[in-house]
């Protein structure tokens, strides 16, 4: 149901029975080949596509077709900042792999390759699911994420966002070490094994320990974070073909982590902690102590991810390569779709560009999907809601 006035990310009911859906299927393939001439002619295409989805009720991308796609998916992606690099994408065609132990290790190689020297933007695509037939998908929201535990006195530690997911994996017998930033177990499902659980290797986990250039004390505060974001648990639709299990990555904004994993109440919640080192006023909201303390913490999150030469932007740059990728678009006659609410970064919206003005929201595809069963099961690591609550 749609909530009046509540804007929640596009989505379409995903039907996992029906056949693949023609008409998608032509849009994108006709878009598809006028993008990329040298793929020739897209009318005998169509015609094999339409004719395999008669019998089989879906069709298989070609290579060309399927790295297209991912890419189309990610310039169709409304809440991206970072889209003027759609077309750096690194595809990686993963349909042929079935077994779990098959998925971790090229899970893990997709870490290494997107961790390597800098940070390079990688996609992983799986096999597609077929019309009526159970498929293989990751739990975790992202494949590396910390692990949040209910520590003495209710005091939260590690990431509160992962507390549920946590409780889960040690229900099916992970422990963890029960600090602040353990690293999750990767729960993979396969329609022959059922879910398992990894440990994912050191040398495909980077991490950036976070100091401050002016705060000596910064470094005690023993903040780190991991180099790579890597969504996990959103569907990949291209042409009507559904892909449940395509991770992808690209690089770190600093207000992502400095400006909500760290600062967010309900997630790290440093800046009380920050405030209080930085001998703030904190008696009363107007002396800004929250948006001083901010500024700080971001400032060590850009810098130690610069000094541990791990790719990482600001939010003024960012912006600004935003706007570069708007007017690129507009010249080749495309719409962007975006909405303001995700692109604005979460400090000093109006600093930069991206906070004046309007945006087209469209739901276009190809696209990324969150499914509800899919954001229940990173958020509980289970299918039923623990204690009947919701
Ligand atoms: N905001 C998420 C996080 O802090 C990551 C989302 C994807 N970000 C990206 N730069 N590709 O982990």
């Known amino acids: 149901m749609k909530v009046p006035g509540y804007r929640d990310h596009p989505t379409e009911a995903w039907d996992p029975v029906a056949p693949a859906d023609a008409g998608e299927a032509e849009d ?16 005998p295409r169509l015609a094999i596509v339409r004719a395999q989805i008669a019998a089989t009720g879906t069709y298989t991308h070609t290579t060309e077709e399927l790295s297209y796609g ?7 992606a409304s809440r991206c900042i970072g889209r003027l690099y759609w077309r750096s ?16 290790s090229l899970l893990v190689h997709h ?17 597609a699911a077929q019309p009526g037939r159970p498929f293989a998908r990751v739990w975790n929201e992202q494949l590396i994420r910390y692990a949040g535990y209910q ?23 992970w422990r ?39 705060y000596a004390w910064f470094a005690e505060l023993g903040l780190r974070w991991h180099a790579v974001p890597a969504i996990s648990n959103m569907r990949l639709t291209i042409g009507g073909v559904h892909y449940p299990l395509a991770p992808f990555n690209g690089w770190y904004l600093g207000t ?21 080192r930085l001998g703030l006023d904190t008696s009363s909201e107007t002396t800004l102590w929250r948006d001083r303390a901010l500024v700080e913490l971001n400032r060590a999150v850009l810098w130690s991810f610069e000094q541990a030469g791990v790719k990482i932007t600001d939010h003024h740059t960012e912006s600004q390569r935003f706007m570069a990728h708007l007017r690129t678009e507009e010249r080749a006659g495309r719409p962007v779709p975006a909405d303001w609410t995700w692109i604005v970064p979460p400090m000093s919206g109006s600093l930069t560009p991206v906070f004046h003005r309007y945006y087209e929201e469209l739901d276009l595809r190809p696209a990324f999907y969150l499914d509800a069963e899919a954001a ?9 809601c623990p204690h009947g609550e919701n």
């Open 256 to 276: 992502e982590i400095g400006a909500r994993n760290f600062a967010d109440a309900d997630r790290f919640n440093m800046l009380p902690v920050v405030a209080a």
């Open 28 to 43: 994108f393939l006709r878009r598809c080949y006028l993008e990329n001439l040298r793929l020739g002619p897209v009318e």
């Open 89 to 104: 994408l690194v595809v990686l065609d993963r349909r042929r792999a079935r077994t779990a132990d098959d998925i971790f």
């Open 151 to 173: 520590g003495a006195k209710g005091c939260p530690v590690g990431d509160p966002r992962q507390t549920r997911f946590t409780a889960a994996m040690q229900g099916f017998g």
């Open 376 to 384: 229940t099961l990173a958020r509980d690591g289970s299918r039923h």
């Open 176 to 214: 963890g070490k029960g600090d602040a930033f353990d690293v999750l177990p990767l729960a993979i499902e396969t329609p022959a094994e059922g879910v398992r659980l990894y440990e994912l290797p050191e040398r495909a986990i980077r991490e950036v320990p976070i100091a401050h250039p002016e």
């Open 70 to 76: 991912a890419k189309l998916a990610w310039r169709n």
């Open 111 to 127: 870490l290494t390759t997107a961790g390597r020297d800098a940070i390079r933007p990688v996609i992983s695509i799986f096999a």
